[in-house]
């Protein structure tokens, strides 16, 4: 066996010497390495605050390569050499895909496609019904609405029709003095008040009384001027105002109809031509069987239409309610200072 020789101990002396020699030249180290960077920062400051001299050269850019062409005009380099590197890549990644994959890709599209088919078919089929249910809807709002128009024409036949012509009142009037509160057309109870007038002398010679329960009303008094409370007649402006609204509402087109009349105008407009044939056809169901419907009316509905907007009825109420009306309004007027004559004229305007 070799024996291991063990190392003579080194003196204390000379490892105290070696630790003394190494710090002295790290710290030189340190200290050469601060005086650099303070001559450094030194020269950058001094070299910012002095202005730069004309004569130091200047970097000039570098231009863009121009080509000439056989003319001697400029022209510039050709997008192809730009582009070399790109359109490499493109055609190195275009190379990459193979037939298996085309057809995987087209086979995705197929399939979407007809995915996108079925939902647009699924969505017309909803709109058609959705449809359907509209015009139920509307005939359903329609039928409603002529049920309230006859409901409204039974209310004014019952509650507000004239004794004298047995029409609905237009422009009433009511007796003065009011005892009975009998109401009556303006024109229909001029003629009759002016009927009991003696065209010879102008003047009433019998009792003027309610046509209904004989109620005597005010003595025309011969001597003028006359006072307004002598006149036999009084506005009834709540009858009035009721029956005009009355007959607006009779008048009026509902807001359903209008809406599918409309709809069914623009129906070339809706979707795609298989859905239009269908809606077509099934406007044609609808056409007739509204038809059908219109020839089942009763006599009320019948009576509805002639009040509607141009109807006959309706036409003949406001030309007697703007006749009634103006008559009334110039009696008023000139009720004070009417001699005999002026009453035999009226007389005669009236037709009595």
């Known amino acids: 066996m070799t024996k ?18 190494h710090e002295s030249s790290h710290l030189e180290v340190r200290r050469s390495t601060r005086l650099k960077n303070r001559e450094f920062a030194a020269s950058k400051t001094l070299a910012a605050s002095q ?10 850019k570098r231009k863009a390569p121009v080509l000439n062409d056989d003319q001697g005009c400029d022209v510039e380099p050709p997008l192809s050499s730009k582009r070399a590197t ?18 995987r890709r087209e086979k995705r599209l197929l399939h979407r496609e007809q995915d996108l088919k079925s939902r647009s078919d699924d969505l017309e089929e909803r709109i058609l019904s959705f449809s359907r249910k509209e015009d139920e809807t509307a005939i359903m709002m329609l039928h409603l ?6 409901g409204i024409l039974k209310q004014l036949d019952e509650y507000f029709t004239c004794s004298l012509c047995y029409d609905i009142l237009a422009a009433p009037y009511s007796l003065n003095p009011s005892q009975c509160g009998h109401t009556f057309c ?5 003629k009759w008040f002016f009927s009991r007038l003696h065209r010879a002398c102008g003047a009433w010679h019998e009792s003027v009384d309610c ?9 025309v008094p011969d001597p003028t001027p006359r006072l307004q409370i002598t ?10 105002s009721a029956v005009e609204g009355l007959v607006e509402k009779l008048a009026q087109e509902p807001l359903c109809s209008q809406a599918k009349i409309k709809r069914e105008d623009n129906e070339s ?16 169901k609808k056409r007739e069987t509204l038809e059908g419907e219109e020839m089942e009316k009763s006599s009320d509905t019948m009576a509805v239409d002639v009040w509607r907007e141009g109807g006959d009825m309706r036409a003949e109420w406001l030309k007697k309610d703007r006749e009634g009306k103006r008559e009334m309004e110039f009696l008023l007027k000139h009720w004070p200072t009417m001699a005999s004559q002026d009453f035999v004229a009226m007389k005669m305007k009236l037709g009595v």
């Open 4 to 21: 291991h020789l063990r190392r003579p101990p080194l003196f204390s002396a000379n490892n105290d010497a070696l630790m003394s020699l």
């Open 51 to 60: 202005p730069e001299s004309p004569s130091a050269p200047r970097t000039k």
């Open 86 to 103: 790109t359109s490499g890549s493109d055609i190195r990644r275009s190379q990459r895909i193979t037939t298996t994959e085309l057809d």
């Open 145 to 150: 609405a002529e049920r309230e128009k006859e």
């Open 186 to 190: 303006g024109i229909c109870i001029l």
């Open 211 to 219: 046509p209904i329960c004989r109620s005597l009303l005010i003595m």
């Open 231 to 240: 006149f036999p007649f009084i506005p009834n402006r709540v009858t009035d």
């Open 269 to 284: 407009t809706w979707g795609s031509q298989s859905r239009k044939d269908r809606g077509k056809g099934c406007v044609g």
